[in-house]
């Protein structure tokens, strides 16, 4: 039989610092597993109204800052964007540009799913999605979330039960 997932909504914040997001999915708990965890996650994320997002976007650092702290969100924020390690100081330049300039056209940071990505990958979606209107980058910023939050829920559910964490 497989273990239950018994998430914690402090375990669940370092997923997503929406805490509406957090509550709604710690009030199904527990969970029989990854898939159902989720799926209740999926279904929360896509009824967070815009401030409650922008609650989450507010926990997450711009791309390029590297995350201080020893919390759990703070590293795997770490890891995430790890593909700017090896970044040249052009190539940091440019993101820090393109954030700039990003955050003043949509009011908020730029937020990427960065697991897997280079750092010019990066560069090049935030160029990108300079071009969207309000509603187009609106609806993307929501797939990225649902990206990341997606992936650390996997991690949350993978480590051992620490308490407050899972």
């Given at each position: 039989?497989?273990?239950?997932?018994?998430?914690?909504?402090?375990?669940?914040?370092?997923?997503?610092?929406?805490?509406?997001?957090?509550?709604?999915?710690?009030?199904?708990?527990?969970?029989?597993?990854?898939?159902?965890?989720?799926?209740?996650?999926?279904?929360?994320?896509?009824?967070?109204?815009?401030?409650?997002?922008?609650?989450?976007?507010?926990?997450?650092?711009?791309?390029?800052?590297?995350?201080?702290?020893?919390?759990?969100?703070?590293?795997?924020?770490?890891?995430?964007?790890?593909?700017?390690?090896?970044?040249?100081?052009?190539?940091?330049?440019?993101?820090?540009?393109?954030?700039?300039?990003?955050?003043?056209?949509?009011?908020?940071?730029?937020?990427?799913?960065?697991?897997?990505l280079g750092a010019a990958e990066m560069l090049a979606a935030l160029r990108a999605r300079l071009g969207n209107d309000a509603a187009a980058e609106r609806a993307a910023?929501?797939?990225?979330?649902?990206?990341?939050?997606?992936?650390?829920?996997?991690?949350?559910?993978?480590?051992?039960?620490?308490?407050?964490?899972?």
């Amino acid at each position: 039989m497989s273990e239950r997932l018994d998430v914690t909504e402090g375990g669940l914040l370092a997923c997503c610092a929406s805490r509406r997001w957090a509550a709604e999915v710690a009030a199904g708990r527990p969970y029989a597993g990854l898939a159902e965890l989720r799926a209740a996650s999926a279904k929360a994320l896509a009824g967070l109204d815009w401030a409650d997002v922008e609650e989450a976007l507010a926990a997450h650092p711009r791309i390029g800052d590297r995350v201080r702290g020893a919390g759990t969100e703070a590293a795997w924020s770490r890891g995430e964007q790890s593909g700017m390690d090896a970044a040249a100081a052009e190539l940091r330049t440019a993101l820090v540009e393109g954030n700039r300039a990003y955050e003043d056209r949509f009011g908020h940071v730029f937020l990427i799913c960065a697991t897997g990505l280079g750092a010019a990958e990066m560069l090049a979606a935030l160029r990108a999605r300079l071009g969207n209107d309000a509603a187009a980058e609106r609806a993307a910023v929501r797939a990225e979330l649902a990206k990341i939050v997606d992936l650390r829920l996997a991690k949350l559910a993978a480590a051992p039960g620490k308490e407050g964490e899972r």
